[in-house]
Structures are given as structure tokens and as C-alpha cells.
T-cell receptor, first 114, second 114 residues
Framework: KAGVTQTPRYLIKTRGQQVTLSCSPISGHRSVSWYQQTPGQGLQFLFEYFSETQRNKGNFPGRFSGRQFSNSRSEMNVSTLELGDSALYLC?????????????FGQGTRLTVV | AQSVSQHNHHVILSEAASLELGCNYSYGGTVNLFWYVQYPGQHLQLLLKYFSGDPLVKGIKGFEAEFIKSKFSFNLRKPSVQWSDTAEYFCAVINTGTASKLTFGTGTRLQVTL
């Protein structure tokens, strides 16, 4: 079965712009989580959506937002981009209903802010 | 807040050497534990997971990990590494309070030399 698909794979944006990243989870998975990966901070949790509702949120500013659609696809948006937002953004999907389910990761979107 | 510590940041081993990567977490409640691997240029893949039961869990590619609750540890082991094991390894934990949020360690870069 198809894995987690993230688009686009690479993005270059200018400071102050906004960006939208997309994630299509594995078929049947209802939970989608987003993570930011940087060399300095490692993998940090952004937020998680389950059945179109944000169920959990990390410690990121309000410039970072997301949403989930009825087909479980998710988007995350970053407004007023800063240089420090340059990172690999990873999406993970899981069945989501219970704790003991594993997360499957996409290949990520590498965002460069110049 | 929960946290995960990986004490080895960069490990260099010769092929056939034994591997042990340390992982400690801080959380007093029930947790699920994971080891993920990220090969160069590839997405995060699950190596193994612990939900409950036998504290010694076996994963893919000959890896295993032991959950020691009293030590809050979940160390990863492999008796004999191969050059193809060169990758970055991440320990992660989920607790019952934030069932959808994976907290990752900072990762250990493993380099296996021929």
C-alpha cells in the first residue's frame, strides 16, 4: 500500500512569505502529525489532527497552523516566514484511535527560507 | 514534560562490532517506546517498538531493545553491525497523556566502517 506522501519535496521561500505544505496519509489512517526536524533542535512535535480536529499541539508560535480534511489529508501553513523556519518538515500518519499504534513517516518537505 | 535523552551523539564502529545505543526517558506513567532509523536521504522508519509484555523486543534487521522500567531506559542493541547500518537512530516515547505526540531524542549518528 502507498506510504505517506508529502508535497512538495523542496521549497525555497523568502522571509515574510507564507507557505503551505501538504500531507496525504496512508489509506485508512485518521491521525496526522507534523514534526519539524533541524540539526540543532532535532525532531520537534508541531501538532496532530484526528478526524479533522486538532488533538495535540506542540510549543510553536501561532504562525504555525494546520488543518485536516474529511479524507484525512492534512496541510500545515507557516506565515511570516523567518530564517529559523528553515527545516525538514515531516508528516506522520497512524490509525490514531489508540495509543499503541505506530506512526509512519513521509519523506518530508525541505523548506529553505532566504 | 517528558523528555528523551540519547547519550551517544556520534558512534563509529567497524563492521561486525557490537552496538549498544543508550536511551533514557523521563516520565513516570505508562509509556510506549520506539526506535526509528533514518538512512541517508530516506524517511524515518520504525526499527522496533515496545507497548507491553516482554521487555526484550526484537525488530527488523537484527536489532533488539530492552525496556528496563526501573531505569527508565530503552537501549538499542545489535550483536554485529553491517556497513548498511550507517544511519541516524532516534529513540522516541509516547505517554498516555499525550497519546498522539511522539517525543524524540536528539538522535545518534552511527557510522560503520569496512
Amino acid at each position: 500500500k502507498a506510504g505517506v506522501t508529502q508535497t512538495p519535496r523542496y521549497l525555497i521561500k523568502t522571509r515574510g512569505q507564507q507557505v503551505t505544505l501538504s500531507c496525504s496519509p496512508i489509506s485508512g489512517h485518521r491521525s496526522v502529525s507534523w514534526y519539524q526536524q533541524t540539526p540543532g533542535q532535532g525532531l520537534q512535535f508541531l501538532f496532530e489532527y484526528f478526524s479533522e480536529t486538532q488533538r495535540n499541539k506542540g510549543n510553536f508560535p501561532g504562525r504555525f497552523s494546520g488543518r485536516q480534511f474529511s479524507n484525512s489529508r492534512s496541510e500545515m501553513n507557516v506565515s511570516t516566514l523567518e530564517l529559523g523556519d528553515s527545516a525538514l518538515y515531516l508528516c506522520a500518519s497512524s490509525l490514531g484511535a489508540q495509543m499503541n499504534t505506530e506512526a509512519f513517516f513521509g519523506q518530508g518537505t525541505r523548506l529553505t527560507v532566504v | 514534560a517528558q523528555s528523551v535523552s540519547q547519550h551517544n551523539h556520534h558512534v563509529i564502529l567497524s563492521e561486525a562490532a557490537s552496538l549498544e545505543l543508550g536511551c533514557n526517558y523521563s516520565y513516570g506513567g505508562t509509556v510506549n517506546l520506539f526506535w526509528y532509523v533514518q538512512y541517508p536521504g530516506q524517511h524515518l522508519q520504525l526499527l522496533l517498538k515496545y507497548f507491553s509484555g516482554d521487555p526484550l523486543v526484537k525488530g527488523i534487521k537484527g536489532f533488539e531493545a530492552e525496556f528496563i522500567k526501573s531505569k527508565f531506559s530503552f537501549n538499542l542493541r545489535k550483536p554485529s553491525v553491517q556497513w548498511s547500518d550507517t544511519a541516524e537512530y532516534f529513540c522516541a516515547v509516547i505517554n498516555t497523556g499525550t497519546a498522539s505526540k511522539l517525543t524524540f531524542g536528539t538522535g545518534t549518528r552511527l557510522q560503520v566502517t569496512l
